[in-house]
């Protein structure tokens, strides 16, 4: 949600409320931080998952928002804004497609099948 913010703030920034330049270059950390955190729990998911595109989707990302963070505090402009765009358009994108796609469930025989009535000997169906 804060990468959402930042064009808000340099909207307010451009309609000649300097205090809005502030806004957005801490916005902008904010999100490059939260940005680090989806990378560590992107790959995370992955291994969980046994799916690479969490870790794959999540470093694209970061990696758009360091190009986004580089160019807009060197002033470049015609690089930063389209890299806004692109980054907000991609967010909403891997948004809807998490919430439209949920994870699978996962049956307990799938997540330890030695752990089941780890008590008691295992029955055969054709045995009983």
Not at 34 to 53: E, F, P
Not at 96 to 122: C, F, T
């Amino acid at each position: 949600m804060a990468a959402f913010g930042q064009p808000v703030f340099a909207g307010v920034y451009l309609s000649g409320e300097i205090d809005g330049l502030n806004w957005h270059a801490q916005g902008a950390n904010l999100v490059y931080t939260l940005g680090l955190l989806q990378a560590a729990v992107g790959i995370a998911a992955s291994r969980r998952m046994r799916r690479q595109w969490p870790t794959v989707v999540s470093v694209v990302i970061l990696l758009a928002e360091t190009g986004q963070y580089v160019a807009g505090s060197a002033g470049l402009l015609w690089m930063h804004l389209p890299l806004g765009v692109m980054l907000i358009a991609s967010l909403t994108v891997l948004a809807v497609a998490v919430w439209i796609r949920p994870l699978p469930n996962r049956s307990p025989e799938k997540l330890a099948p030695h752990a089941q009535d780890a008590g008691e000997p295992r029955q055969d169906a054709s045995h009983g």
